[in-house]
T-cell receptor, first 111, second 111 residues
Framework: ELKVEQNPLFLSMQEGKNYTIYCNYS?????LYWYRQDPGKSLESLFV?????AVKQEGRLMASLDTKARLSTLHITAAVHDLSATYFC???????????FGTGTRLTIIP | DAEITQSPRHKITETGRQVTLACHQT?????MFWYRQDLGHGLRLIHY???????NKGEVSDGYSVSRSNTEDLPLTLESAASSQTSVYFC??????????FGPGTRLLVL
């Protein structure tokens, strides 16, 4: 069965702190996506990771992919309130864009 | 600017009725997708299309159908709406393994 597991599912953190969201997947893939969703809104693309060792950064967010460990991480540096949202990872297992999504991590940044 | 739109944004219907949700994109993307989002499940793929006259079943296709008569549109039809189909529906499009761009979503309530 193709699974994508995110942890934690809920995360409450203080402004200024660092934290990491983990995305584990069940079988080989080298295509992984991160999305952000604000409450009641659509999904916004954050990162596309297309090979082992890929690392991408945008502002306070950095994503990486380890295909051997079947693991992607989304690292948040010096969190600010604007980063409060739900973050999803999604895996393209067969290179055909049939994405399997994780259940999401709901991040709340506390002032 | 290019965009992807969905209509209606909110819909209430009765069990057994046929419902069609519209999705329209102006990016000229070949690939289009329909997902449903439910608490605890993340997003799940319903149907997808790689081009005109091409349609394929996704993970949760039972009770749904799509047709692709042009590049811009992929309408999703619920043949006989059931309460289990109460959900938020997202349409997405992409240009061959780039990230998928999501529409604003349609909230559907089946009574």
């Amino acid at each position: 069965e193709l699974k994508v597991e995110q942890n934690p599912l809920f995360l409450s953190m203080q402004e200024g702190k660092n934290y990491t969201i983990y995305c584990n997947y069940s079988t080989t893939s080298d295509r992984l996506y991160w999305y952000r969703q604000d409450p009641g809104k659509s999904l916004e693309s954050l990162f596309v990771l297309l090979s082992n060792g890929a690392v991408k950064q945008e502002g306070r967010l950095m994503a990486s992919l380890d295909t051997k460990a079947r693991l992607s991480t989304l690292h948040i540096t010096a969190a600010v309130h604007d980063l409060s949202a739900t973050y999803f990872c999604a895996v393209d297992y067969f290179g055909n864009e049939k994405l399997t999504f994780g259940t999401g991590t709901r991040l709340t940044i506390i002032p | 600017d290019a965009e992807i739109t969905q209509s209606p944004r909110h819909k209430i219907t009765e069990t057994g009725r046929q419902v069609t949700l519209a999705c329209h994109q102006t990016w000229n993307h070949n690939n289009m997708f329909w997902y449903r989002q439910d608490l605890g499940h993340g997003l799940r793929l319903i149907h997808y299309s790689y081009g005109v006259h091409d349609t394929n079943k996704g993970e949760v296709s039972d009770g749904y159908s799509v047709s692709r008569s042009n590049t811009e549109d992929l309408p999703l039809t619920l043949e006989s709406a059931a309460s289990s189909q109460t959900s938020v529906y997202f349409c997405a499009s992409s240009d061959n393994q780039e990230t998928q761009y999501f529409g604003p979503g349609t909230r559907l309530l089946v009574l």
